[in-house]
């Protein structure tokens, strides 16, 4: 199945207003619209249970709406909802080695980094008291649990690399995330056993930055 259905299901769900969740969403908010489209940020089909969900980018803000969508025996919406902003990635801090040389420890592709010395900013007038490199492989709207295993999936083509840095440097997985404050229970963020095993065998901590955005449910 092509993601076209789903997409326009999905669209039609945002136009009509069908669930009373939908409405009360878009009664505080807007999704980003192009070409006079809301615009998709992702459709998501990777789920066991053949299930997709389709992320929108809600004006002004970080977090996403999305909706659920079943696929068999056709396609229809499940249930509405927001999903937060995820963003997790390998941090690897140093205030001995250059951004280039914790790059060299590792196979890894580095997606983020500057150098001891460097400006904060273009415009700052700060400068970094330590270099940074980060390996963020999966930066698409996605829910925490599956960011994280995709993640780990990635550190782990590289072992001997990843020893280095936690070795030699001050690595740690990061998680930033932006939840809707809707009606002020935001909920949290769940790591499984594997998940657990899986980072104590690269010898891996995890850390949280959280923050709220948006509008209040009426």
């Given at each position: 199945m092509t993601d076209t259905l789903i997409i326009q299901k999905a669209i039609e769900e945002i136009e009509t207003k069908t669930f009373g969740v939908t409405e009360q969403l878009l009664d505080i908010h807007q999704v980003v619209y192009e070409n006079d489209?809301?615009?998709?940020?992702?459709?998501?089909?990777?789920?066991?249970?053949?299930?997709?969900?389709?992320?929108?980018?809600?004006?002004?803000?970080?977090?996403?709406?999305?909706?659920?969508?079943?696929?068999k025996p056709?396609?229809?919406?499940?249930?509405?909802?927001?999903?937060?902003?995820?963003?997790?990635?390998?941090?690897?801090?140093?205030?001995?080695?250059?951004?280039?040389?914790?790059?060299?420890?590792?196979?890894?592709?580095?997606t983020e980094g500057h150098c001891k010395g460097d400006k904060r900013g273009k415009n700052g007038s700060t400068y970094w008291k330590y270099s940074k490199v980060c390996f963020e492989p999966n930066p698409e709207p996605d829910e925490f649990e599956d960011k994280l295993k995709k993640l780990l999936d990635v550190l782990e083509t590289d072992k001997e690399g990843i020893k280095q840095l936690v070795e030699k440097a001050d690595a740690c997985i990061q998680v930033a995330q932006v939840f809707h404050i809707g009606n002020t229970m935001i909920g949290g963020s769940f790591i499984d056993n594997e998940s657990i095993k899986r980072m104590a065998n690269l010898n891996l901590s995890i850390d949280f930055d959280l923050s709220v955005g948006g509008n209040l449910y009426k």
């Open positions: 489209q809301p615009r998709v940020a992702r459709v998501d089909t990777e789920k066991e249970d053949g299930s997709a969900i389709v992320y929108f980018p809600v004006k002004d803000e970080k977090f996403y709406l999305v909706i659920y969508l079943d696929t056709q396609v229809s919406v499940r249930s509405i909802g927001t999903e937060n902003y995820n963003s997790v990635y390998l941090g690897v801090c140093s205030e001995m080695f250059s951004m280039q040389e914790l790059t060299e420890m590792t196979k890894l592709k580095v």
